[in-house]
């Protein structure tokens, strides 16, 4: 073990050299950060596009599919209540000690399972709603076409959803950054577990933790710099849109006075 | 057999306690122009929809080509993709640009590769005179623009019939003519059309048949010639009146 000698007595000389000392365990949890919240937010995603997009969909009266949908919407509520309603750190023990005996899994897996169902509740919300802002028309137009419920759906509803609501989802991944760190209850080795390592071995709590929450802060920031990059490109329409004659005419007019 | 294409016969239909049509009865033949009038909440949009099962009929029966389209057994996406629909609100798809809207429904639907699809999609748009706004995202267009694409989204499906409801009801007056102008083109070349309208001009210029609805029911049908210039029933007088100034 590493131990840090620390010559100045200045604060910010300490966190320099805990950074400087330290960086590669501190990268190691921000890679562990990284892998958690990526595929936490992915796997999370295709659970609410599942879950949501079923829930989406509106079945006539009087059917034994009715019947089915019925279940299934009380169900997926319960999902979604259960897990949107107590904390991810009891939902990290519960589910890694429960499962334990059966998958024999390691803290990091469970970790992801847990993060991607959790997000999944969210992202399922997140989902249905942006599936209810696409207007009805929509959905008539295709229709009218002769397009099936699954074909509207897939091609004309869904890449809307995700579009309206894809705010919502790069919110979701920020929050997985952040709240990854609860997974250190389970020994999961990302930033957190290991900023608690490194101030317990240095006894230097306020220095650790700072740079900690800076690396965080850099991780967001950088974040949701990227997740605004791609929404501009999103709704940047990806067209040659031909200049009309009279716009250049009056460019031009405008140009010769 | 007879050429009777559409035959709409004792239909009702009610959104809980109103009763929105009221025993509905009439024909259109291959290659009519019919124009629905009426004052707002009388149901000729509600019939409309009812003829491409975007609503479901209560009782009665609505045959095309000699097949009850509430059947069971007939297949629906079928059935709607020869019978167009142009809505008052374009309904352009809003992920797609203007030659992706003509094309998806051919390519799924009609199981057209892409080049056929291509092909079709450019020879309408061309027809609406849009073939230069082929590339343009659907949501960057005038509604007049919109419109003529709906219609040209409509007409790659090569439909039997083209349903029409209020399709200038959302634009602005200058935009109107445009989509006019098409409209009467196609009617020239003998598509059967049903037309939704509040344009009287349009309906006496072009229509074979004017069907006049009234809280329901259809308080009068007649030529053009005869609704516009003496209908017998005093409301369809009262409602032109209102309307024609």
Not at chain 1, 175 to 187: A, P, R
Not at chain 1, 226 to 239: D, H, Q
Not at chain 2, 178 to 203: C, Q, Y
Request: net charge positive; with cysteine.
């Amino acid at each position: 073990m590493k131990y840090l000698t620390i010559t100045g007595n200045q604060f910010i000389d300490a966190c320099l050299s805990i950074l400087i000392t330290f960086w590669p365990s501190l990268l190691l949890g921000v890679k562990t950060v990284l892998l958690v919240a990526i595929s936490g937010t992915i796997i999370g995603l295709v659970i609410g596009l599942i879950i949501g997009g079923l829930r989406a969909i509106k079945v006539e009266k009087g059917s034994i599919i009715y019947f089915i949908k019925w279940v299934y919407d009380i169900l997926a509520k319960c999902y979604v209540e259960i897990f949107r309603g107590t904390p991810m750190m009891v939902q990290a023990v519960f589910i890694y000690y429960w499962l334990k005996p059966a998958f024999g899994w390691s803290p990091i897996i469970a970790g992801i399972f847990v993060i991607s169902i959790n997000t999944g509740a969210y992202m399922a919300e997140i989902i249905r709603a942006g599936i209810q802002s696409v207007e009805i028309g929509q959905t008539e137009a295709a229709r009218s076409l002769g397009m099936s419920a699954q074909q509207t759906m897939m091609s004309i509803i869904i890449p809307q959803a995700i579009k309206n609501a894809f705010p919502a989802i790069g919110n979701e991944f920020i929050v997985n950054i952040k709240d990854s760190s609860v997974l250190n209850v389970i020994s999961v080795t990302e930033l957190f577990f290991q900023a608690k390592s490194i101030a317990g071995s240095l006894y230097r709590y306020e220095e650790t933790f700072l740079v900690t929450a800076f690396v965080y802060l850099f991780l967001t920031i950088i974040t949701s710099f990227i997740l605004n990059l791609i929404e501009k490109r999103i709704n940047k329409t990806k067209t040659s849109f031909p200049t009309s004659s009279t716009t250049t005419n009056m460019v031009k007019a405008q140009g010769e006075h | 057999m007879n050429d009777n294409v559409i035959k709409i016969q004792n239909c009702r239909k009610s959104f809980g306690n109103l009763e929105v049509l009221k025993d509905i009865n009439f024909t259109v033949n291959k290659g009519d122009v019919v124009c629905l009038i009426g004052s707002s909440g009388s149901g000729k949009s509600t019939l409309l929809r009812c003829i491409n099962r975007l609503e479901k009929i209560d009782s009665g029966n609505i045959l095309v080509d000699d097949i009850d389209i509430y059947d069971q057994s007939i297949d629906l996406n079928k059935y709607r993709a020869k019978v167009g629909m142009v809505f008052q609100s374009f309904n352009l798809f809003n992920n797609l640009n203007v030659i992706g809207n003509c094309m998806i429904a051919q390519h799924k639907v009609l199981k057209r590769n892409k080049q056929e699809a291509q092909k079709t999609a450019m020879f309408f748009l061309k027809k609406v005179g849009m073939e230069q706004f082929a590339k343009a995202a659907s949501t960057q267009l005038s509604g007049g623009q919109k419109q003529r694409v709906a219609i040209a989204r409509a007409l790659c499906m090569n439909p039997e019939i083209l349903l029409f409801d209020e399709p200038t009801s959302a634009l602005d007056p200058e935009m109107v003519q445009d989509v006019l102008d098409v409209m009467k083109t196609l009617a020239k070349e003998g598509l059967t059309m049903i037309v939704v309208t509040h344009e009287m001009s349009f309906a006496k210029e072009v229509a074979n048949k004017v069907v006049f609805m009234d809280k329901g029911i259809i308080a009068e049908e007649g030529s053009p010639q005869v609704i516009f210039t003496k209908p017998n029933n005093p409301r369809t007088q009262e409602f032109l009146k209102r309307i024609i100034r």
